[in-house]
């Protein structure tokens, strides 16, 4: 019997164990993560080794220093996150991987380290969505949550309005028609010549500034769910290039303010909508660009005022993280879907 056919016996019969405990790896970006997750919501360890720092100096994420970088220390969060969660390697049952989106040299380093991994302790591999990830980061947060619900996945990567039916079955409402939110508040941030990364660094010097700047999106999105985050970028680039080929110096905090009040503004406004389009009265947001503060405050506000329960992950699972990942394998397997076999690899781009 080969290994899969062993495997999908494994898998069809871990779908009705009690206590099931999955080993997840992250690694499509910046950040080498390992977790331990106990039945899709308890978090018994999740080590990060971020490498913020290192891609700080470039002002974005270089390919080939991440892969590098993911290589060198994916062993040692392997065995600190066995560790941290008081098991042993012969106690997993399953070891889950993101294997998109995202860089595919980031990536494979995480894909190939799982699959060594199952192969070696004979457990199943599950494969595993980034973007289905950060919506499982909900769960860990909120244990009491459950689909249906609309979600709002806002990230550098992807922008997207989502009707999540069930754990895994989610239907598109909407989508960026160029770039998602998270790009344009980076590359907003290197314009304005705040380090990396930009997100953050916008919803800080916000903080400062006022809304002055009477910034624009695209108005013929304005009754669909779809976004466009290309237009502002553009804006927000012309004015500081001009003004500073004129001598003109300017307020960068007004400038920081005025782009994320336009751009939380048009991502409130269509997911509150959503919801009543939807009958849904569930919320739920997902994605690095969640953890903007400026955000989740319009949200819990537009949501507390049309009766909406508003649902974002705690701050430390909202970027990259194992955790998520792990979460979302567990509601894989108990649907029985997502079973991989060792020619698993990379992929730089999947659907949402």
């Known amino acids: 019997m080969s290994y899969f056919e062993r495997m999908q016996k494994n898998y069809e019969a871990l779908r009705d164990k009690k206590d099931v405990l999955i080993l997840s790896i992250e690694s499509s970006c910046d950040e080498t993560s390992v977790a331990v997750v106990k039945n899709g919501r308890e978090v018994l360890s999740n080590i990060i080794a971020t490498q913020i720092e290192i891609h700080r100096r470039f002002g974005g994420v270089v390919p080939e220093v991440a892969s590098r970088n993911h290589i060198i220390a994916i062993s040692n969060i392997f065995e600190e996150a066995l560790l941290k969660a008081g098991i042993s390697k012969e106690q997993i049952d399953a070891v889950a991987v993101t294997y998109g989106a995202g860089l595919v040299g980031a990536l494979l380093v995480g894909v190939n380290f799982a699959k ?101 999106v695209a108005n013929a999105l304005k009754h669909t769910f779809n976004f466009s985050f290309s237009g502002i970028k553009t804006e927000v680039v012309n004015l500081v290039h001009n003004s500073a080929q004129k001598g003109v110096e300017l307020n960068k905090a007004d400038i920081a303010c005025s782009f994320q009040e336009c751009v939380t503004d048009e991502l409130a406004q269509k997911v509150v909508r959503a919801c009543k389009n939807q009958e849904i009265n569930k919320l739920v947001v997902a994605g690095g660009v969640g953890a903007n503060s400026r955000l989740k405050e319009k949200l819990a506000g537009l949501c507390e005022e049309n009766n909406i329960k508003f649902f974002s992950p705690v701050l430390k699972y909202c970027t990259d ?32």
């Open 116 to 216: 060594s991994l199952a192969y070696a302790l004979d457990v199943p591999l599950i494969a595993v969505s980034h973007v289905h990830g950060h919506i499982a980061a909900n769960y860990i947060s909120h244990i009491e949550l459950e689909p249906p619900f609309v979600c709002l996945m806002v990230s550098g990567g992807h922008t997207a309005l989502l009707k999540v039916n069930g754990y895994n079955k989610m239907q598109m409402l909407g989508t960026t028609v160029d770039d998602a939110a998270g790009e344009a508040f980076d590359k907003v941030a290197r314009v304005l010549g705040l380090q990396y990364p930009g997100g953050p660094e916008i919803d800080k010097l916000a903080k400062s500034g006022n809304s002055v700047y009477k910034f624009t």
């Open 321 to 352: 993280n194992a955790a998520m990942i792990g979460s979302m394998a567990y509601y894989m397997l108990k649907d029985g879907i997502g079973l991989a076999d060792l020619s698993l690899t990379a992929k730089p781009n999947i659907a949402l």
